[in-house]
């Protein structure tokens, strides 16, 4: 049988997506579609699900097809559609740009934000790292990276790529050990390098890793920069959860989606009597994402071998792929993707932008 593209295309159009939200034709799943002379070409473009319901959809189109005797070639991609971000300037070849945000230090932000990276990366998306923290810049060290980036002809800046992401940091420019003393005009000047002078390639995701607080860097980039949205983290505690609440409000006043939150350090898992343990109370996030109205994204665990193993170069996903943490990261990389698909549908739909309840 010999069927035209118009005609492929309401046979598949109807095919659920694997997450349930939609179909590929009401999604925009389906990015290119030919006949050809052994059949038909469909490349799938869905969001970011768990691998065994990935299969599924891939199957069934592969199925329908053949039985209306189609010889398919199915090329298939998990990633993201773009989020339209109207009035900012655009980050050629990236998608969508995701800040991991937090009101204070010391609630593990860039330990999450590196391996939230790696953790979309595994599903399949195409993913880099920026790491916004010019005064206490991290990342390299949990990527193992710590030489000069190269500069192409074009003089852009060539981001590293470790683990499967492109990543820049301003460790990577500095000696290690050495102090970055700059007033705001310069952190503003390498942030603005960061995000546009840098060759990053197709991204679905750029992760862009904050400094903590709602100061001049947070305020620039949330202003300036075309983020698709948001996501806090925070520990249980109060003096925590009060500061990630400022950090919402700062995201709600310049028009930021906040996709929802992450509390770390939730509890401990006893290695001797297998009981959780909640070291710094419990509930506060729940509490937070209650009173604010927006999702808590995930729980994860208080693992007491990160702070050793940060320095080995290795995200904890990456070394310890079936441990709880990377199970629960992985899951929260699943949500986060669903959230921006459908984000990106609504703005699309909608023609609506700022503000924008996810």
């Known amino acids: 049988m010999t069927l035209n593209e118009s005609q492929l295309r309401s046979l ?30 469909v490349e799938l473009l869905l969001p970011l699900v768990d691998p065994k319901a990935r299969l599924d959809v891939e199957t069934r189109c592969r199925e329908l097809l053949k039985t209306n005797g189609v010889t398919v070639d199915m090329v298939v991609r998990f990633g993201a559609h773009k989020v339209p ?44 790292l920026l790491d916004a923290d010019i005064y206490g810049p991290n990342v390299g060290v949990m990527f193992g990276v710590d030489a000069p980036p190269q500069v192409n002809d074009a003089q852009k800046i060539i981001p590293f790529e470790a683990h499967g992401i492109r990543l820049i940091s301003m460790g990577m420019l500095v000696k290690q050990g050495q102090p970055v003393i700059w007033r705001g005009p310069m952190t503003h000047k390498v942030i603005q390098q960061f995000l546009f002078q840098v060759e990053w390639g197709e991204l679905d995701y750029l992760v862009l890793d904050l400094p903590p607080g709602t100061g001049d860097i947070q305020l620039t980039l949330t202003q300036e920069t075309p983020l698709s949205g948001a996501v806090l ?27 929802g939150i992450i509390e770390n350090m939730s509890w401990y898992r006893c290695g001797k009597c297998d009981k959780k343990h909640e070291l710094f109370g419990s509930g506060g996030a729940q509490r ?68 924008m309840e996810v």
Request: glycine share 10%.
């Open 85 to 128: 971000v109207p009035e900012r300037k655009p980050i050629p070849g990236v998608s969508n740009l995701v800040a991991v945000a937090s009101g204070k230090g010391g609630v593990g932000k860039s330990t999450i934000s590196a391996n939230l990276a790696v953790a979309l990366s595994k599903l399949g998306a195409r993913v880099g």
């Open 288 to 355: 937070l994402a209650q009173e604010l109205k927006c999702d808590l994204l995930a729980q994860l665990p208080l693992d007491p071998t990160i702070p050793s193993d940060l320095g080995k170069g290795v995200p904890y996903v990456t070394r310890f792929p079936e441990s709880e943490l990377a199970k629960t990261m992985s899951q929260l990389a699943v949500k986060l993707g669903s959230k921006l698909h459908a984000l990106s549908l609504q703005r699309k739909q909608s023609g609506t932008f700022f503000p």
């Open 233 to 259: 983290v925070t520990t249980p505690q109060k003096v925590a959860t009060a500061d990630a609440r400022k950090g919402y409000e700062m995201f709600k006043e310049v028009g930021v989606p906040v996709l």
């Open 12 to 41: 598949l159009g109807d095919v659920l997506l694997p997450d349930g939200s939609g179909t590929l034709e009401s999604s925009g799943a389906i990015q290119a579609l030919e006949v050809t002379k052994k059949g038909c070409r």
